[in-house]
T-cell receptor, first 113, second 113 residues
Framework: AQSVSQHNHHVILSEAASLELGCNYS??????LFWYVQYPGQHLQLLLK??????LVKGIKGFEAEFIKSKFSFNLRKPSVQWSDTAEYFC???????????FGGGTRLMVKP | DAGVIQSPRHEVTEMGQEVTLRCKPI?????LFWYRQTMMRGLELLIY????????DSGMPEDRFSAKMPNASFSTLKIQPSEPRDSAVYFC???????????FGPGTRLTVT
């Protein structure tokens, strides 16, 4: 069975601070990894995804994530956060068959202006 | 494209009543997923369909929950009878077999009193 752990449940940062959200997964097969963002009151939107190739993935809005296979990690980063980045962030892993997406518990990010 | 459409956006009902949530996936997508989001349990996959056929319903909490997909453009999630612990946001998502990226609808916020 696949699982995802996001150890930071709540993160508070000031604008312009750097961000790194942790994500560790457990899955024995080839992994497809995702980061979704959920702005207050809205639905989930895809930030970025990793299927194969370059382990450093760049997404929208200046976000990036690095797949480190040896650590079973897929941490999300942004060099300088903005107030508008206040949201909940979800890491997810999909099985190789492409039909089961398992989400982590989410990290609530608050950026203070 | 209008994206994934869900209705109603908000539903308030009394315990014991039947609740039906509706979803229209993105045209051309052949996989449809129902998720439930709560503060306590995060995002949980309830059931998913591929080509209108239920593939995995192991996430459906109990027999009070049922889901159907009579055609490629419509799915329902029914709760009968509803209970206060069913209060949550229910998301529908769809994807194609090749992209593996799931597109989420705006969700239905269900409150059972």
């Amino acid at each position: 069975a696949q699982s995802v752990s996001q150890h930071n449940h709540h993160v508070i940062l000031s604008e312009a601070a750097s961000l790194e959200l942790g994500c560790n997964y457990s899955y024995g097969g080839t992994v497809n990894l995702f980061w979704y963002v959920q702005y207050p009151g809205q639905h989930l939107q895809l930030l970025l995804k990793y299927f194969s190739g370059d382990p450093l993935v760049k997404g929208i809005k200046g976000f990036e994530a690095e797949f480190i296979k040896s650590k079973f990690s897929f941490n999300l980063r942004k060099p300088s956060v903005q107030w508008s980045d206040t949201a909940e962030y979800f890491c997810a892993v999909m099985n190789n068959a492409g039909n089961m997406l398992t989400f982590g518990g989410g990290t609530r990010l608050m950026v203070k202006p | 494209d209008a994206g994934v459409i869900q209705s109603p956006r908000h539903e308030v009902t009394e315990m014991g009543q039947e609740v039906t949530l509706r979803c229209k996936p993105i045209s051309g997508h052949n996989s449809l997923f129902w998720y439930r989001q709560t503060m306590m349990r995060g995002l949980e996959l309830l059931i998913y369909f591929n080509n209108n056929v239920p593939i995995d319903d192991s996430g459906m909490p109990e027999d009070r929950f049922s889901a159907k997909m009579p055609n490629a453009s419509f799915s329902t999630l029914k709760i009968q009878p509803s209970e206060p612990r069913d209060s949550a946001v229910y998301f529908c998502a769809s994807s194609t077999g090749t992209s593996r990226e799931q597109y989420f609808g705006p969700g239905t916020r269900l409150t059972v009193t």
